[in-house]
């Protein structure tokens, strides 16, 4: 039997402790390690040094770029663009390879025909399973049933070339691995799903994560622009709650300007409505919740703020990518 292929492996990383789980992680499997390993240290001002040496016995494998603060998007150009091995597995920092990871990575590799441009690996997020999870966890979990998730995805590094590589436009980490998923297809390569498995821990966050989160509607817009309205189904992407949100927030906004102007029996109606929507999102939350006292009071807060704050950053999306080109467009 050949051997597998040769890999590289690229972790962007902002300096979060959980960089030295991954490392150690890493090491730990067995089978086919990578031929180097490349940390790509996105922090504006680093200050700690990473923690490198959980690496163990890939530490004289490990190198280092710095792209100060880019993104994910720069970050892992950075990272791919200098690695010499024929496929690049692209790691979070925040995720562990289980021990048989290399051995299932070097199956799935030789697998792939000379027109698979990836393989995707599969994540499993830990949940708690002495009380029903979080809003925060369940949201973490969906990532289970995501495509093409650069949590732990293997590119061939020459469909990473025909791509263009990642759209640096995308500064957060969020749609940037779609966005790339579906230039790599229409390039003509396929995408397949591995067998190896990566665990990806729910890591900590507090109240407003979710309502911090509402800025990936700008990052939708920018998606509609360069792939079309039909990119949600082509990338197999639940579409959210956005649509319910202008109602309710088109719902509060009337409800002020007819009270404002005096028309009191419009203001209930309409007000009534916002009730009626914030009340059935915040329910839709914490039905399948905990509903401790704290998650309630999360929920309930975080489902008044969430509407108007995802219809903000939608149409701050449509302002700030409403010159951007389509992909396939002549320029």
Not at 94 to 108: F, G, N, T
Not at 185 to 205: D, K, N, Q
Not at 241 to 259: D, E, K
């Given at each position: ?22 490392l150690?992680?890493?090491?730990a ?10 940390v790509?240290?996105d ?6 040094e990473l923690?490198?040496?959980a690496a ?21 150009n ?11 597995v692209?790691?979070?920092d ?9 051995r299932l ?6 697998a ?14 830990p ?23 650069t949590?732990d ?17 995308f500064?957060?980490a ?7 998923a579906?230039r ?9 799903r ?7 821990p729910v890591?900590p ?11 990936g ?33 088109t719902?509060?906004l ?6 404002l ?17 914030t ?23 975080t ?29």
């Amino acid at each position: 039997m050949s051997r597998a292929p040769a890999y590289s492996v690229v972790v962007p990383t902002i300096g979060r402790p959980c960089l030295a789980d991954c490392l150690r992680a890493l090491a730990a499997a067995v089978g086919h390690p990578p031929e180097d390993v490349v940390v790509v240290d996105d922090r504006p001002d680093p200050v700690e040094e990473l923690p490198l040496a959980a690496a163990g016995a890939l530490y004289g494998r490990v190198r280092t770029l710095r792209t100060g603060g880019r993104g994910p998007a720069a970050a892992r150009n950075a990272g791919w663009r200098t690695v010499g091995t024929p496929w690049t597995v692209f790691l979070d920092d925040d995720v562990q390879v289980l021990p048989d990871w290399s051995r299932l990575l070097a199956e799935d590799l030789s697998a792939a025909d000379a027109f698979t441009g990836g393989v995707q690996g599969r994540l499993s997020v830990p949940l708690p399973e002495d009380r029903r999870p979080t809003d925060w966890e369940r949201g973490t979990a969906g990532l289970e049933e995501a495509v093409w998730a650069t949590a732990d995805m293997a590119y061939r590094t020459a469909a990473l070339a025909d791509a263009g590589g990642f759209d640096e436009r995308f500064r957060r980490a969020f749609r940037e691995d779609a966005d790339l998923a579906l230039r790599v297809r229409e390039a003509g390569w396929s995408l397949l799903r591995g067998r190896r498995t990566t665990r990806h821990p729910v890591r900590p966050a507090d109240r407003w994560a979710s309502v911090r989160a509402q800025r990936g509607n700008a990052d939708d817009v920018l998606m509609t622009r360069l792939h079309g309205r039909d990119w949600w189904a082509r990338a197999e992407a639940p579409r959210g709650r956005l649509p319910r949100h202008v109602l309710v927030t088109t719902a509060a906004l009337t409800a002020s300007g007819c009270a404002l102007t005096g028309r009191r029996r419009a203001a209930a109606v309409a007000g009534a409505l916002w009730t009626l929507g914030t009340a059935e999102f915040a329910l839709a939350r914490i039905g399948p919740g905990p509903r401790t006292r704290q998650e309630v009071a999360t929920m309930v807060t975080t489902s008044v703020l969430i509407p108007p704050l995802a219809v903000r950053h939608w149409l701050a999306g449509l302002l700030r990518h409403r010159r951007v080109v389509p992909h396939g467009s002549a320029l």
